[in-house]
């Protein structure tokens, strides 16, 4: 038979009962159980929910204590919950009646911010981990309208509190309302929350991320600022330089390319034109949002700058073009010839500096050509030792078989050899 596993609202329910009746015993709690819920439960199941006693930030539909990726940290944030005053049912909602749950955008800045105080600046949390977080405590606005509706019917019928001393909530099983809560959530959802991530984008410290969070899209656009690739001749040389210098800073643990900054940046742009706050908020704190935000205005206001600069100088009439041009090789031969050699440097630099990086990729494909065959080296080489090894074990194996089967024969002659002194002896007797 397959095990049972009971919710934490049906295990309450049994602890409710058996406070009601004492007297009964564990084959009828067993009995009432399997009318009550349709499952077959062991007398030992039954001793394990009665001397159990569950956290009371359980989800009551939940059947197993589930712990997240930062379990103080969630303790906090319930413990910061249940302390707050309710303000509004419409606005703020509760749990049990007594646990008021906050907004999503609400506990994901709650969150982060406990995280920066005790972790640092690097972790944070995404909107799914907050989706996440409610599931795990029971605090979805559809798990809570269920556990309001089944608790009120139950007051009415018990004069005494049911609800029991160790945190334990009675709910309805969550398949009877699983048809209902999803149009129920759609109505009645007014949560502000940050937009869902497919990934988190936390890490631990000293370890790689492959995706952008607040604190490096910052360290990207300062480096941005600073370098200004879109004045580059050949402008992605000047992101492989924004690259590089990122590379260079301890902050900056993403292996990011240098395409990848240009469409990061260019995405942030995208974002700041069309004012998607959420999307620019996520994976960051409150000072963070401010930071990036002023930054990414400084960005687009001299990228735009730049952008009209390059405009007038190619709208510019071409005779007034002629007309300069004549006059400066008429005036300052000596400054065009000196533009003239300073283009082809730049040329011949922007070429080396294009050869280095072809001899660097060929390098490095090398070495990594060159250590898959050391590698397979090493490998038939281990495979040609364990060979010879069994072959010699094999060999001395057989050897000493041989020895064996040669010392046998030996004692056989030597026992057979009186018996045919014995048998010469008689025949010479005879004759």
């Not at 995208?270 to 996520?282: I, N, P, S, V, Y």
């Not at 070495?367 to 040609?384: D, F, I, M, N, Y």
Request: with cysteine; charged share 30%.
């Amino acid at each position: 038979m397959a095990r049972a596993h009971l919710s934490f609202a049906q295990k309450g329910a049994v602890k409710a009962h058996h406070r009601e009746s004492p007297a009964l015993s564990q084959d009828d709690l067993c009995r009432w159980i399997k009318d009550e819920f349709g499952v077959r439960v062991g007398r030992s199941t039954i001793s394990r929910i009665l001397n159990t006693t569950f956290e009371p930030t359980c989800a009551p539909d939940a059947k197993r204590v589930q712990k997240g990726r930062y379990p103080e940290m969630e303790q906090e944030l319930f413990a910061f919950i249940q302390n707050r005053p309710v303000r509004s049912e419409s606005a703020v909602g509760t749990r049990g009646g007594n646990a008021p749950v906050l907004r999503d955008a609400e506990l994901w800045a709650k969150a982060n911010e406990i995280l920066k105080s005790t972790r640092g600046s690097d972790e944070s949390v995404s909107a799914a981990w907050v989706h996440r977080f409610k599931k795990r405590h029971g605090l979805h606005r559809s798990q809570l309208e269920r556990a309001n509706a089944t608790a009120a019917p139950a007051r009415e019928k018990q004069t005494a509190p049911t609800r029991p001393i160790d945190g334990d909530a009675v709910v309805e099983n969550e398949d009877t309302a699983s048809s209902t809560s999803g149009k129920r959530r759609a109505a009645t959802e007014d949560e502000v929350a940050p937009p869902t991530r497919k990934k988190r984008a936390t890490a631990k410290a000293g370890s790689s991320r492959k995706h952008f969070v607040s604190v490096d899209d910052i360290l990207l656009l300062t480096q941005v600022l600073a370098t200004k690739p879109w004045e580059f001749p050949y402008v992605m040389d000047g992101w492989h330089q924004v690259a590089a210098k990122l590379r260079g800073q301890s902050a900056f643990r993403l292996e990011k390319t240098a395409g990848a900054c240009q469409a990061r940046l260019n995405l942030l742009l995208e974002q700041e034109r069309a004012d998607k706050a959420t999307a620019l908020r996520k994976a960051g704190t409150a000072e963070e949002y401010a930071r990036k935000r002023t930054l990414i205005r400084e960005v687009q206001a001299k990228l735009t700058a730049f952008r009209r600069k390059s405009q007038e100088n190619r709208d510019a009439p071409a005779s007034a073009r002629t007309s300069t041009a004549r006059l400066c090789a008429d005036t300052l031969p000596e400054a065009a010839e000196s533009a003239a050699s300073e283009s082809a440097a730049v040329r011949e630099r922007i070429a080396q500096r294009r050869l280095e990086l072809m001899e660097r990729k060929m390098e490095r494909e090398l070495s990594a050509q060159k250590r898959h065959a050391e590698e397979q080296v090493k490998q038939l080489e281990t495979l040609h030792r364990e060979q010879m090894n069994a072959r010699q074990t094999q060999h001395t194996q057989l050897l000493a078989t041989i020895q064996q089967q040669q010392a046998m024969m030996v004692d056989l002659v030597k026992s057979m050899a009186p018996i045919a002194n014995q048998i010469q002896s008689q025949t010479q007797d005879e004759e």
